[in-house]
């Protein structure tokens, strides 16, 4: 039963018809004084709802003595007419009154600002190093973040006893459900963004020019200067000709791009398996230097591997450290700030 309609028990009478009719116009004079679409639902269903009085004198009309019925049926039926189309009228007024209010309302003037979002500053550091070298003409590629082992180790001249391993802490994955664990190769999370210099060799003929960025995991406790996630940067050149000075340029036109005229940059002997000869890099800091990457000419055994004559080719290739560039650009002394998630922290970027 709708909660609004006054209770009727079956024994009450039929109010007296001509009473009902006269109390129509006081119930008119409040359904003006209504404001609210609710307030004139309730009015209806109080004056013209299936128990009002109005409908049970309308119901009593054949019991009424055949002398009185006319009258009384003409006088209940006008006030019926009146008062529904009061309340038609009345609810036409409040919609058209709550029309104007709306077309008064402008939704374009500025209200309080809407909190913004931004990009990480890992994001930011990254698109910076990928437009530096979009604009000497490297090209971007992407890999997968689960590995192969062989593309992770093996193919880049690191097999599975070789020592270059312990530095590459790495997270091993099982296999996939339902395959046999004897047969299927061994999976990982890249250690490294190095694997994509060899997919894309793979299935490609020089020149090449790419960079692949992406993440990489390695299995390691963190410190101020290490994380186990880090973003890398694989760079990787193969044409006739290309020497160690050709990778210098690069490198140096990159950090001049990156951190100014200024900076410091310090190029040192390192060792890859998979390049001959290999360096790394490092840029000054009021810290001191901080190594951003690692780097070298492809080694002339990958190159025969791939397919290339290394007599005729020869490649230079790099893998840079976002996060650790992004601490020198902006002053961090601490890597792990970057991923404490503290929002303090990430909107100064
Ligand atoms: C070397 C020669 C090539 O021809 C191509 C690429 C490379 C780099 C090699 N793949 C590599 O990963 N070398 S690396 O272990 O020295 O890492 C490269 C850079 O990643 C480091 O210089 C550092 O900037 C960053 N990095 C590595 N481990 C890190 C890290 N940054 C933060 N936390 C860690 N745990």
């Given at each position: 039963m709708d909660p609004l309609e006054p209770?009727?028990?079956?024994?009450?009478?039929?109010?007296?018809?001509?009473?009902?009719?006269?109390?129509?116009?006081?119930a008119l004079e409040e359904l003006a004084t209504l404001d609210r679409e609710p307030d004139v639902e309730a009015w209806r269903v109080r004056w013209l709802g299936r128990r009002s009085q109005l409908a049970l004198a309308l119901r009593g009309l054949g019991r009424l003595p055949a002398s009185e019925r006319a009258a009384a049926g003409r006088a209940l039926n006008q006030a019926k007419k009146e008062l529904t189309e009061g309340c038609r009228n009345r609810l036409a007024e409040l919609r058209e009154q709550a029309t104007r209010r709306l077309g008064a309302l402008d939704v374009s003037l500025p209200g309080r600002p809407l909190p913004r979002g931004g990009l990480h500053p890992i994001t930011l550091t990254e698109r910076a190093v990928v437009a530096a070298f979009a604009a000497m003409g490297f090209h971007v590629i992407e890999g997968p973040?689960?590995?192969?082992?062989?593309?992770?180790?093996?193919?880049?001249?690191?097999?599975?006893?070789?020592?270059?391993?312990?530095?590459?802490?790495?997270?091993?994955?099982?296999?996939?459900?339902?395959?046999?664990?004897?047969?299927?190769?061994?999976?990982?999370?890249?250690?490294?963004?190095?694997?994509?210099?060899?997919?894309?060799?793979?299935?490609?003929?020089?020149?090449?020019?790419?960079?692949?960025?992406?993440?990489?995991?390695?299995?390691?406790a963190t410190d101020a200067t290490h994380e186990w996630m880090i973003t890398q940067t694989e760079v990787l050149a193969v044409d006739r000709g290309l020497t160690l000075a050709h990778l210098k340029g690069t490198l140096y036109e990159f950090a001049r791009r990156l951190f100014g005229e200024d900076r410091e940059i310090r190029f040192r002997c390192d060792y890859f398996p998979f390049v001959e000869p290999g360096v790394e890099v490092s840029v000054s800091?009021?810290?001191?230097?901080?190594?951003?990457?690692g780097a070298g000419m492809v080694h002339p055994e990958i190159l025969a591997r791939m397919g290339y004559d290394p007599e005729a080719y020869t490649g230079f290739a790099a893998g840079l450290g976002v996060e650790r560039i992004a601490m020198l650009r902006h002053g961090i002394r601490d890597i792990r700030r970057f991923y404490e998630n503290d929002l303090r922290f990430l909107r100064q970027f």
């Amino acid at each position: 039963m709708d909660p609004l309609e006054p209770v009727v028990t079956p024994s009450q009478t039929p109010a007296e018809p001509l009473r009902v009719a006269a109390e129509s116009s006081s119930a008119l004079e409040e359904l003006a004084t209504l404001d609210r679409e609710p307030d004139v639902e309730a009015w209806r269903v109080r004056w013209l709802g299936r128990r009002s009085q109005l409908a049970l004198a309308l119901r009593g009309l054949g019991r009424l003595p055949a002398s009185e019925r006319a009258a009384a049926g003409r006088a209940l039926n006008q006030a019926k007419k009146e008062l529904t189309e009061g309340c038609r009228n009345r609810l036409a007024e409040l919609r058209e009154q709550a029309t104007r209010r709306l077309g008064a309302l402008d939704v374009s003037l500025p209200g309080r600002p809407l909190p913004r979002g931004g990009l990480h500053p890992i994001t930011l550091t990254e698109r910076a190093v990928v437009a530096a070298f979009a604009a000497m003409g490297f090209h971007v590629i992407e890999g997968p973040e689960v590995e192969l082992d062989y593309y992770n180790f093996e193919a880049l001249r690191i097999p599975a006893d070789h020592p270059a391993r312990d530095a590459m802490d790495t997270f091993w994955l099982a296999p996939p459900e339902g395959a046999d664990a004897r047969r299927s190769r061994p999976l990982l999370l890249r250690t490294h963004t190095s694997p994509n210099q060899i997919r894309f060799m793979e299935a490609n003929d020089p020149p090449i020019r790419l960079i692949a960025p992406g993440r990489t995991y390695r299995n390691e406790a963190t410190d101020a200067t290490h994380e186990w996630m880090i973003t890398q940067t694989e760079v990787l050149a193969v044409d006739r000709g290309l020497t160690l000075a050709h990778l210098k340029g690069t490198l140096y036109e990159f950090a001049r791009r990156l951190f100014g005229e200024d900076r410091e940059i310090r190029f040192r002997c390192d060792y890859f398996p998979f390049v001959e000869p290999g360096v790394e890099v490092s840029v000054s800091s009021p810290g001191g230097w901080i190594e951003i990457l690692g780097a070298g000419m492809v080694h002339p055994e990958i190159l025969a591997r791939m397919g290339y004559d290394p007599e005729a080719y020869t490649g230079f290739a790099a893998g840079l450290g976002v996060e650790r560039i992004a601490m020198l650009r902006h002053g961090i002394r601490d890597i792990r700030r970057f991923y404490e998630n503290d929002l303090r922290f990430l909107r100064q970027f």
